[in-house]
């Protein structure tokens, strides 16, 4: 459990020495509380104080690496209930299941190349997990190798539950370090030796909370440290309820048992039904999302979803600086001018474009504050914008020097005009909606 | 030693509310938990799903959710009669899109011949909405809330700018009303607040915090929710109670991503299922967070919630 400040202040060596940065010990004291200090900047601190501290210390839920190199995905270490109060820290990790029956050749090349653009954030599908069900041990492990070779750079989950299959398996691919997936109370402690052996990340699997703690103790005492939960949820509402109780217990109860990334089993037929089961699991706690199938439709909305729900809800998402162009516009085409809030941008963009008229959008780079704030915040002033039209290249290609301002920011048209020679400032509509109809009507 | 599951108690409850007459009413709302927590108290009603039509054939709607209506949109109670009997809609959301000045600015009487005569073709309730223009909809709602006396519809939506017109006529003709703000948690309570003071039961509210498409300012409306929802049942906030309204479908099918051919963006697929998907993945999101009520308009997007909801529920 987490100590307060004045419980790890008794703690200290109370000297006052401020060899750690801070004017006191209670100073120092408040900020390891708020895990804003680290206790080695404290040269004096006992190593029994230091045990007891490290320990309280570790996050309530244990951060896990899945995967190698920059494409690792990190897992766990999340602090809240709900994101309003602070950020999801690790976005969930999307994995695709695929039976050894399957073509896993080439549902490998699907994982390999899903990677999409979105607002600036590189996103794919994360992992892919071989399920042991040709029941031949060869042929699992030749589908464990062409899903390693066909998806060099992806996480793999061995979704296997014979330990001697798995071992195979995963000595095959050592190096790629796979998670094995699919210990149970029945060969719990043949798979702890396998991960032991070859330092994996180890799934347990048990049907509800109670047995998944007898589980985990067992996977422990066999020297297993980093550990994936499946409650065995049968359906979306027991995904909803088991994750939120795991979490719930982790955090507020100080459970370390329950202390570990969640695996939310997905796989529907219903490829549509699947991706909003996955959305479930998505919004609700899991780490790990297991699906069967990763159209791209699907990874996008997906992908998206997962974007939104661990978005920090302190720092505004943002676009980047520059002139985007909707549709074709022509070097005459009406220009406008926003700031790069992202919601701002999403908001005029799609006004734009659904007035159908070629448009060119300025995004200045306002710190991610919508036009108001931006604007009471002197960030989006008459000297800024001006600076911004006069230095950045794009606007050396619009022939129509007319710049349209938001409606809001109506008062800045004089001073504009002034530090603008040559162009013609106009005021455009207060709300978006408005835009479409101001477009049109320019246009006619 | 036994696991005990973390029950959280909450002290408060959301508002449970009846839509609609006879044997085709609906019930909205209710319960005392977070979204489909069984474990820890009375959950609430399933989730409403309402299908959208509109006054005007939906010439501005992408064309693949259009499609699926081409054979029925030519008029209003046709296309009504489709989603009550063949899509086996929950309730039906008329959205008055055609009396919008900008558009085909429909008189209020056509508007009303309209509401009369689908009301007189359905059964399920139905939710009628203006067309979000603030002093065309304070005329047009009034006029809507008479034509559609005794059948205990939703009328909506009430603004800032506009609510105390259209909570008279809701008043004064017993139907049931969608407060609408925009994405602040604050200026939600304030017009709840600011409804009730008119003398109108906060138990025929239904909260509309403003809707945002999957991408598009999702993660806003998901946390306005969440924390009304939280208000509502942790502190027990009577403000804050009134079930939740999505209008997901207006805010989904005007974005790029349900638009765009695959030609034009291979890397995000088949366009028909990216559509279909993005509404229904807004939609489950949101019921996540505390949707009680969504408005949709694809059949396919409305058929994957209503299995997923078979799952939660």
């Known amino acids: 459990m987490a100590m307060s400040g004045v419980e790890i202040f008794k703690l200290l060596p109370k000297t006052n020495c401020k060899k750690c940065g801070f004017p006191t010990c209670l100073a120092f004291a408040m900020k390891l509380a708020q895990r804003q200090a680290d206790i080695s900047a404290?040269?004096?601190?006992?190593?029994?104080?230091?045990?007891?501290?490290?320990?309280?210390?570790?996050?309530?839920?244990?951060?896990?690496?899945?995967?190698?190199?920059?494409?690792?995905?990190?897992?766990?270490?999340?602090?809240?209930?709900?994101?309003?109060?602070?950020k999801f820290v690790n976005p969930c990790v999307i994995a695709l299941n695929v039976a050894d029956t399957d073509d896993v050749a080439a549902r490998a090349k699907d994982v390999a190349s899903s990677e999409i653009d979105r607002v600036g954030q590189k996103l794919r599908v994360d992992a892919i997990s071989i399920e042991f069900k040709s029941g031949a041990a060869a042929q699992y492990e030749a589908a464990v190798k062409a899903a390693a070779d066909?998806?060099?750079?992806?996480?793999?989950?061995?979704?296997?539950?014979?330990?001697?299959?798995?071992?195979?398996?995963?000595?095959?691919?050592?190096?790629r370090k796979p998670m094995l997936y699919g210990a149970d109370a029945s060969n719990v402690d043949?798979?702890?030796?396998?991960?032991?052996?070859?330092?994996?990340?180890?799934?347990?699997?048990?049907?509800?909370?109670?047995?998944?703690?007898?589980?985990?103790?067992?996977?422990?005492?066999?020297?297993?440290?980093?550990?994936?939960?499946?409650?065995?949820?049968?359906?979306?509402?027991?995904?909803?309820?088991?994750?939120?109780?795991?979490?719930?217990?982790?955090?507020?109860?100080?459970?370390?048992?329950?202390?570990?990334?969640?695996?939310?089993?997905?796989?529907?037929?219903?490829s549509m039904v699947e991706a909003n089961i996955a959305a479930v699991a998505v919004a609700k706690y899991a780490s790990i999302v297991l699906v069967s199938a990763v159209e791209r439709w699907k990874n996008l909305a997906l992908f998206t979803l997962r974007q939104n729900i661990y978005t920090d809800p302190q720092v505004p998402m943002q676009v980047p600086q520059k002139v985007y162009k909707i549709g074709e516009p022509s070097a005459e085409a009406p220009l406008m001018i926003t700031t790069n809030f992202s919601?701002?941008?999403?908001?005029?963009?799609?006004?734009?474009?659904?007035?159908?008229?070629?448009?060119?959008?300025?995004?200045?780079?306002?710190?991610?504050?919508?036009?108001?704030?931006?604007?009471?915040?002197?960030?989006?002033?008459?000297?800024?914008?001006?600076?911004?039209?006069?230095?950045?290249?794009?606007?050396?290609?619009?022939?129509?020097?007319?710049?349209?301002?938001?409606?809001?920011?109506?008062?800045?048209?004089?001073?504009?005009?002034?530090?603008l020679p040559g162009w013609k400032i106009t005021v455009g509509p207060r709300e978006a909606n408005g835009l479409p109809v101001f477009l049109k009507s320019r246009a006619a | 030693m036994a696991y005990t599951i973390p029950v959280e108690n909450m002290s408060g409850k959301v508002q449970e509310m009846t839509l609609g007459t006879a044997g085709r009413a609906v019930a909205v709302g209710g319960g005392t938990t977070?979204?489909?927590?069984?474990?820890?108290?009375?959950?609430?009603?399933?989730?409403?799903?309402?299908?959208?039509?509109?006054?005007?054939?939906?010439?501005d709607w992408p064309d693949e959710v259009r499609a699926q209506y081409?054979?029925?949109?030519?008029?209003?109670?046709?296309?009504?009669?489709?989603?009550?009997?063949?899509?086996?809609?929950?309730?039906?959301?008329?959205?008055?899109?055609?009396?919008?000045?900008?558009r085909e600015n429909r008189s209020v009487e056509d508007a009303v011949a309209t509401i009369k005569a689908v009301l007189d073709a359905i059964e399920v309730p139905l939710i009628i909405l203006g067309s979000n223009h603030v002093e065309k909809d304070s005329k047009v709602l009034v006029a809507a809330a008479e034509?559609?006396?005794?059948?205990?519809?939703?009328?909506?939506?009430?603004?800032?700018?506009?609510?105390?017109?259209?909570?008279?006529?809701?008043?004064?003709?017993?139907?049931?009303?969608?407060?609408?703000?925009?994405?602040?948690?604050?200026?939600?309570?304030?017009?709840?607040?600011?409804?009730?003071?008119?003398?109108?039961?906060?138990?025929?509210?239904?909260?509309?915090?403003?809707?945002?498409?999957?991408?598009?300012?999702?993660?806003?409306?998901?946390?306005?929710?969440?924390?009304?929802?939280?208000?509502?049942?942790?502190?027990?906030?009577?403000?804050?109670?009134?079930?939740?309204?999505?209008?997901?479908?207006?805010?989904?099918?005007?974005?790029?991503?349900?638009?765009?051919?695959e030609a034009d963006v291979p890397a995000w697929g088949a366009l028909a299922e990216r559509g279909v998907a993005w509404e229904s993945v807004t939609a489950t999101a949101l019921s996540m967070a505390g949707a009680n009520m969504l408005i949709m308009r694809h059949p396919k997007a409305v058929d994957a919630v209503r299995k997923t909801l078979d799952e939660l529920c």
């Open chain 2, 70 to 102: 081409d054979a029925v949109s030519g008029d209003a109670v046709t296309w009504a009669k489709h989603c009550q009997d063949t899509l086996k809609a929950d309730a039906i959301a008329l959205r008055l899109t055609g009396t919008h000045p900008d």
């Open chain 2, 34 to 59: 977070l979204p489909f927590h069984t474990f820890e108290g009375v959950k609430s009603h399933r989730p409403v799903i309402a299908i959208e039509i509109q006054d005007v054939p939906p010439a």
């Open chain 1, 190 to 270: 043949a798979m702890a030796t396998v991960a032991k052996a070859h330092g994996l990340i180890l799934g347990l699997k048990a049907d509800g909370i109670e047995a998944l703690i007898a589980l985990v103790a067992r996977a422990k005492a066999a020297g297993v440290e980093d550990i994936v939960l499946d409650p065995g949820a049968k359906n979306a509402r027991e995904i909803v309820e088991l994750n939120t109780q795991i979490r719930r217990s982790a955090l507020k109860k100080g459970e370390k048992a329950l202390g570990y990334p969640v695996l939310g089993n997905c796989v529907r037929e219903d």
């Open chain 1, 343 to 419: 919601l701002t941008y999403f908001i005029v963009a799609g006004e734009v474009e659904n007035s159908k008229v070629p448009s060119r959008l300025a995004v200045m780079d306002c710190e991610g504050l919508s036009v108001l704030t931006a604007w009471a915040a002197g960030k989006f002033t008459a000297n800024k914008i001006a600076q911004f039209v006069s230095e950045w290249e794009e606007f050396k290609e619009v022939a129509n020097k007319e710049l349209i301002i938001p409606g809001q920011v109506a008062i800045l048209s004089g001073a504009l005009e002034d530090k």
């Open chain 2, 147 to 261: 034509a559609a006396s005794g059948r205990n519809c939703v009328i909506g939506k009430a603004q800032e700018a506009n609510y105390k017109t259209i909570v008279a006529a809701a008043l004064a003709h017993n139907h049931k009303l969608i407060a609408m703000s925009e994405l602040d948690i604050n200026l939600a309570k304030q017009l709840n607040i600011l409804i009730t003071q008119m003398g109108f039961d906060t138990a025929r509210v239904l909260t509309d915090p403003m809707c945002s498409a999957l991408g598009y300012g999702l993660e806003y409306t998901y946390s306005v929710m969440e924390r009304i929802r939280l208000a509502a049942l942790a502190q027990n906030d009577a403000t804050m109670q009134p079930p939740i309204i999505g209008d997901v479908g207006m805010y989904v099918w005007k974005i790029k991503e349900v638009s765009a051919a």
């Open chain 1, 150 to 175: 066909n998806a060099p750079e992806s996480a793999i989950i061995l979704n296997c539950a014979d330990a001697a299959v798995a071992d195979a398996a995963a000595k095959a691919i050592a190096a």
């Open chain 1, 42 to 86: 404290c040269p004096d601190v006992s190593e029994a104080a230091k045990a007891t501290l490290g320990e309280a210390s570790a996050p309530p839920i244990r951060g896990i690496k899945l995967g190698l190199g920059d494409k690792a995905a990190k897992m766990g270490e999340e602090n809240v209930m709900f994101r309003h109060e602070k």
